[in-house]
């Protein structure tokens, strides 16, 4: 009996991680707990566009167009886990793909928001003068000393904030989820989705959405529909 080799080897098949999501009701109230704390506008950011991590610690003032209320992505903060806590981060003027480098409208409410980090960095630069750190200089995500926020701080204080409010898990990935989750709910085209999030291959797109059972019945609905006369 002839047989193909190829049939002896166990198929590769992608893990699909969950991830968990929140709904618009879990990210008010997150809105409601972060007011005023250093990453109240990477999750505002975070929630609204659904940038990767990366794209939001790489945001530099000279990628917003106040006046015409648009902003690009074309720069990222990279973390590395070293040894020993030894992390370090870099940038790269280089999106995660092709479809990465991206441009958005600029929402009044995010608009307002960065302009007043923007006006509390100029103030932190005369209050700390020569102890300024200005090697970020440009950078939104600053704290009051100049030093970046770090990548894995935002994610770091998310879940520490998280665990002190008893609220339901969620990790800035997990609002990139959230933010496809919600527009696929409301209507938006998968491949339009796939422009927003920046997704190479719209596979991933698809799994980054989710749907729930008001969508389920809704498309049971369509199909009944469509064999109402057959019967």
Request: some cysteine.
């Amino acid at each position: 009996m002839r047989y193909n080799p190829t049939d002896l080897i166990e198929p590769i098949v992608e893990e699909v991680v969950e991830v968990d999501t929140y709904n618009k009701a879990d990210i008010m109230k997150l809105f409601e707990i972060l007011k005023e704390d250093p990453i109240e506008l990477p999750t505002y950011i975070d929630a609204y566009y659904g940038l990767r991590r990366s794209e939001i610690i790489g945001l530099r003032k000279q990628v917003f167009d106040f006046e015409n209320n648009n902003f690009i992505i074309n720069h990222v903060a990279i973390q590395t886990d070293g040894k020993k806590n030894k992390e370090k981060v870099y940038f790269k003027d280089k999106t995660k793909s092709k479809k990465g480098y991206r441009s958005f409208p600029l929402l009044p409410e995010i608009k307002t928001m960065i302009i007043k980090k923007l006006e509390r960095i100029e103030e932190c630069k005369k209050i700390f003068g020569n102890s300024y750190n200005y090697k970020y200089d440009g950078y939104i995500f600053v704290h009051d000393n100049g030093d970046i926020m770090q990548p894995n701080y935002f994610t770091k204080r998310l879940e520490k904030i998280i665990k002190r409010y008893n609220l339901k898990k969620i990790t800035p990935h997990g609002l990139r989820h959230s933010n496809a989750t919600l527009l696929h709910l409301q209507g938006v085209d998968i491949r339009d989705l796939q422009d927003w999030l920046g997704h190479e291959s719209i596979s991933s797109t698809n799994r980054y959405t989710r749907s729930d059972y008001k969508k389920q019945v809704a498309t049971a609905n369509v199909v009944e529909k469509i064999f109402e006369n057959l019967l």
